[in-house]
């Protein structure tokens, strides 16, 4: 794996495993408890995979042909750290409907850790097949700003994870 990908990769798996340490121990109860209007921590994790899922698969698709694709440049760049800041803020955006249309129930932490598990295998995989000239090739088509390279694609991950972080600590302490 390329090198910023790999450091990219071990900055979301670090996150991952430390929101996975935190609801180690809560009981289904708690997992599937919710505020009246706002997700249970199941949901929040179930929206967290499926978008990773969904996005896996996209690039799966992708990949086929990187090559066709051109380089991201600084209106990418630019495009980022709006997204980045736009992550970063307690903004709250409406999941995109094909998330939600395909967002599991997932009935404990044994199988948020299972789906997470093996989408993350899949996009190990996949960030392994990327080879160093094609790290810059517009390859993922995020909702809003539009097409990413993989580095910054992993980056809008963490992100992703970073803007829901929040709300999990949140439930956590209501549990």
């Known amino acids: 794996m390329n090198v910023e990908l790999r450091k990219q990769f071990n900055k979301l ?6 929101l996975i340490g935190a609801i180690e121990n809560t009981t289904t109860a708690q997992l599937h408890q919710s505020p009246p ?9 179930a929206h ?12 799966k698709k992708k990949i086929q042909v990187i090559e066709e694709q051109p380089n991201t440049g600084l209106a990418e760049a630019l495009k980022m750290w709006v997204l980045i800041l736009s992550q970063r803020l307690p903004l709250k955006f409406k999941a995109p409907k094909v998330v939600v249309d395909h967002t599991a129930a997932y009935a404990d932490v044994a199988e948020i850790l299972t789906a997470w598990s093996k989408t993350r295998m899949e996009l ?8 160093d000239d094609q790290l810059k090739r517009k390859i993922y088509k995020h909702p809003v700003v539009g097409k990413l390279n993989m580095v910054q694609t992993v980056r809008f991950f963490r992100e992703h994870i970073i803007h829901h ?3 999990i600590k949140r439930l956590l302490k209501q549990t």
């Open 13 to 18: 798996e670090k996150l991952t495993a430390e």
């Open 124 to 131: 190990k995989e996949l960030l392994d097949r990327i080879s």
């Open 48 to 59: 967290l995979i499926t978008a990773e899922q969904l996005s896996v698969q996209y690039l």
């Open 37 to 45: 209007g706002k997700w249970s921590l199941s949901q929040v994790f």
């Open 165 to 167: 972080t929040p709300q």
